[in-house]
């Protein structure tokens, strides 16, 4: 096993708009973040991943880009940008970008040349298709609804785009497409930036000619034409050229969002001797199998337990495993696994046992150190996301009703994720003196990072603690794990090495109380319930140092 920062790293990943409010607006920014960076180093995080920052006119908070070079403005200037990224590294802590390669925004000047003049030198840089304005150039739908063909009546010509209207799919097949991406990427490398998570990398290469979606695969998947993307076959090409031109020269991170990759090309993109990527995030850790985000049902942690211990077992010494359990387009995990209330605490701590003490790169998303939940939304006029509210409309438009529409955002919204980070009592739970652009819960009375900060039993406390302890103990980064229980609704795993004293983690999966064999010899280094005698209790977890 290689030694890399990387592997040995615990990942932040902070969504700027929702983290912290400098100037009032309502909107959270780059100042806002810099002066919460005693708060990261405090909780023992050493990177930080950072939801897109560049200029943007946030149809998709973001993700939609105008210029990939220039802050977008709400967040702050170049010169915060500077201050922010010296004092993460004068703190120790990396600091890896969000990189949207996949489509820019209909804004980008890119886009907007090739939309003047289709046939000259940006033309090709996207998928513009003559056409007629009732049919589109294939049965492609986007992920964010309707087809993924918009119709430019001026011009006469579709354009691609795999998510909303105004993030227009650049065509990677074209070669200054990967020149243009390969030059801003070293432009941010020399800027001083550790790497890049790239937005649904695995989708850049679309296969040629663009065919049809099997209408069967389309139904199953919720998507058609996937399968001519998701996995093209100039992928693998594409990323090494990534890789070559300028991840390797700056000696930079990389970690893919591949949604709807497995295991095998999971490993078929990151071997450390494939020169492609470092890490990918498989998203089918989010759902048991059968169930989309969107649907109410309780996440069976025996599922967890089973993914996890596949990759433990199977993903091998060339590949690193990205752990995590929530981020920015996902609803909180505590609320999937059980929403009622008097499990909150053990579940966020539970979930924080099985992130920090299993082999691979753990990713916190900004809240889960507090335990957040899904928030109260009540109403359509709640939600800012696009994906929701087009979802919305189109669950209206095939005959559901208002309040059958409103249950399925409530189970699946990426605005549960999105809303303001609370840091203390104050209104808006201080992350704003405004008011905040997306509303947040009341609970931030309760929980919020000061309250829990003070607290020694609270969930932030455990994931400082916990946080330590696998800094202090390299046999929870690169040791092996061994599972010793896989009773339905229990769990327990050894990590151990030549080298240390095992540590071994036991785990009750379910609300009911659960017999577990306590390791002889054992001492104790974290409980997330007092101490007590007999069976484990409701999603109880303990870790224990073992004899030699
Ligand atoms: C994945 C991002 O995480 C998500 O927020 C975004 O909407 C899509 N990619 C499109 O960029
Ligand atoms: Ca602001």
Redesign the pocket.
């Known amino acids: 096993m290689l030694p890399a920062w990387w592997k040995e790293a615990v990942f932040y990943q902070i969504y700027p708009r929702s983290f912290q409010d400098s100037n009032g607006d309502g909107i959270g920014d780059l100042p806002g973040i810099i002066d919460r960076l005693d708060y990261l180093q405090e909780l023992g995080i050493t990177a930080v991943w950072l939801?897109p920052i560049y200029d943007s006119p946030n149809d998709?908070?973001g993700?939609?880009i105008r210029n990939y070079q220039k802050i977008m403005a709400e967040f702050g200037t170049m010169a915060d940008f500077d201050r922010l990224r010296d004092g993460l590294h004068a703190r120790g802590m990396k600091l890896i970008m969000?990189l949207?390669v996949?489509?820019t925004s209909d804004e980008h000047p890119w886009f907007q040349k090739a939309l003047a003049d289709p046939s000259g030198p940006f033309g090709q840089y996207y998928f513009l298709r003559p056409g007629q304005p009732d049919t589109p150039p294939n049965n492609w739908t986007s992920?964010?609804s309707g087809s993924a063909w918009r119709w430019f009546p001026e011009q006469q010509l579709w354009g691609l785009h795999?998510?909303?209207p105004k993030?227009m799919d650049l065509n990677w097949s074209y070669p200054p497409v990967r020149d243009a991406v390969c030059h801003m990427v070293n432009w941010w490398l020399d800027r001083g930036v550790d790497g890049f998570r790239l937005?649904?990398i695995n989708y850049i290469a679309k296969n040629p000619g663009l065919p049809a979606g099997d209408p069967l695969i389309g139904q199953l998947m919720g998507f058609t034409g996937v399968e001519e993307y998701f996995y093209g076959r100039h992928l693998h090409e594409y990323l090494r050229e990534l890789q070559e031109r300028s991840f390797t020269p700056h000696h930079a991170f990389s970690v893919g969002?591949t949604?709807g990759v497995g295991m095998q090309m999971s490993k078929l993109l990151t071997g450390d001797y494939r020169h492609e990527l470092d890490m990918v995030f498989d998203f089918d850790v989010l759902e048991t199998p059968g169930h989309v985000r969107w649907d109410d049902y309780r996440y069976d942690l025996n599922y967890l337990r089973d993914y996890l211990v596949d990759y433990q077992d199977h993903y091998g010494s060339h590949y690193w495993q990205a752990l995590f359990i929530e981020?920015?387009?996902n609803p909180r995990m505590i609320s999937k696994v059980n929403p009622d209330p008097q499990y909150r605490i053990a579940i966020a701590k539970l979930l924080a046992v099985i992130e920090l003490t299993l082999r691979g790169t753990p990713f916190i998303f900004q809240g889960q150190e507090l335990g957040r939940v899904n928030a109260q939304f009540h109403n359509i006029r709640d939600f800012q996301d696009?994906?929701s509210i087009n979802k919305y409309h189109e669950l209206l438009a095939a005959g559901q009703t208002e309040q059958a529409a409103l249950a399925v955002l409530l189970a699946g919204s990426?605005d549960h994720a999105r809303t303001p980070m609370p840091w203390d009592t104050t209104p808006h739970g201080g992350f704003t003196t405004g008011t905040p652009w997306l509303a947040g819960d009341d609970d931030y009375r309760q929980y919020n990072a000061y309250s829990e900060m003070a607290n020694p039993r609270s969930v932030w406390s455990t994931y400082r603690h916990l946080i330590k302890l696998r800094q202090a103990n390299p046999v929870l980064v690169y040791g092996a794990t061994d599972t010793v229980d896989r009773r339905r609704n229990a769990w327990s795993y050894i990590r151990r090495d030549d080298d240390h004293q095992p540590i071994q983690v036991l785990i009750n999966l379910s609300a009911r109380q659960k017999r577990m064999t306590i390791p002889a010899g054992g001492s104790l280094l974290y409980r997330n319930y007092p101490a007590h005698d007999g069976r484990f209790k409701a999603y109880e977890a303990r870790v224990y140092r073992l004899p030699e």
């Open positions: 939801s998709d908070m993700y939609d969000d949207v996949n489509h992920f964010f795999l998510f909303s993030q937005d649904v969002e949604p981020n920015h387009d696009v994906e990426r």
